[in-house]
């Protein structure tokens, strides 16, 4: 079936730097990639939209300069947390999106990153 | 906007006990549904699903059936087990622009 591989599983850094977050599908192309947060004990909050060669779509209230996303080819998208301060410690899920048969869409969820800054 | 409501957790039930969660949705026109489970330090893995009215979605002994007339799509299983334990999440894709809007999650514990 269809994979998502997310790396790293797991990262901690220091405030003021910045952390890439890579998310692949591996046996499919990805037309559109999600990004979401999660927060401890609570559901997941989409943060962006990419479409493969276009700029991300994010949502309401996520800083764009913050959380960098790109979306160069149908298999890989990342994100990156650049000046990233304790308040951005979070777990972060990319979910892949494919057409599947009978023009339904499939959504596959990378493992997570879970991120701390210290 | 579309919406998911589910209830709250945590719910605790011992083994072989029957299972329901509540799902309700708020939605233009007909969304499709879904139920994914997620185990801790981990992401989500689909459990079922439903794209139109009155189907059943069925998975490991877990089912929901989409009611568009009281707009829910409760997941249900006859009997759980402690490997069942886990965050439940209901969610549907709408009409905006395809996103998977999730519900707040529910936590089941199993008991042994």
């Known amino acids: 079936g269809a994979v998502v591989s997310q790396h790293p599983s797991w990262v901690i850094c220091k405030s003021g730097t910045s952390v890439k977050i890579e998310c692949r599908s591996l046996?499919?192309?990805?037309?559109?990639m999600f990004w979401y947060r999660q927060f401890p004990k609570q559901s997941l909050m989409l943060m962006a939209t990419?479409?493969?060669?276009?700029?991300?779509?994010?949502e309401q209230g996520v800083e764009k300069d913050k959380f960098l996303i790109n979306h160069a080819s149908l298999t890989l998208s990342t994100l990156t947390v650049t000046s990233a301060h304790p308040e951005d410690s979070s777990f972060y899920i990319c979910?892949?999106?494919?057409?599947?048969?009978?023009?339904?869409?499939?959504?596959?969820f990378g493992s997570g990153t879970r991120l701390t800054v210290v | 906007g579309d919406s998911v409501t589910q209830m709250e957790g945590p719910v605790t039930l011992s083994e072989e006990a029957f299972l329901t969660i509540n799902c309700t949705y708020t939605?233009?026109?007909?969304?499709?549904l879904f139920w994914y489970v997620q185990y801790p330090g981990e992401g989500l893995q689909l459990l079922l699903k439903?794209?139109?009215?009155?189907d059943k979605g069925s998975n490991k002994g877990f089912e929901a059936t989409y009611r568009k007339e009281t707009t829910s799509f409760h997941l249900e299983k006859g009997s759980v087990q402690v490997s069942d334990s886990a965050v439940y999440f209901c969610?549907?894709?709408?009409?905006?622009?395809?996103?998977?809007?999730f519900g707040q999650g529910t936590e089941l514990s199993v008991k042994p």
């Open positions: 939605a233009t026109g007909y969304p499709s």
């Open positions: 439903a794209t139109k009215a009155d």
């Open positions: 990419s479409n493969e060669g276009s700029k991300a779509t994010y």
């Open positions: 969610a549907l894709v709408g009409n905006q622009g395809g996103k998977l809007i």
């Open positions: 046996d499919f192309q990805a037309t559109t």
């Open positions: 979910s892949a999106r494919a057409l599947k048969t009978g023009n339904v869409y499939g959504y596959t």
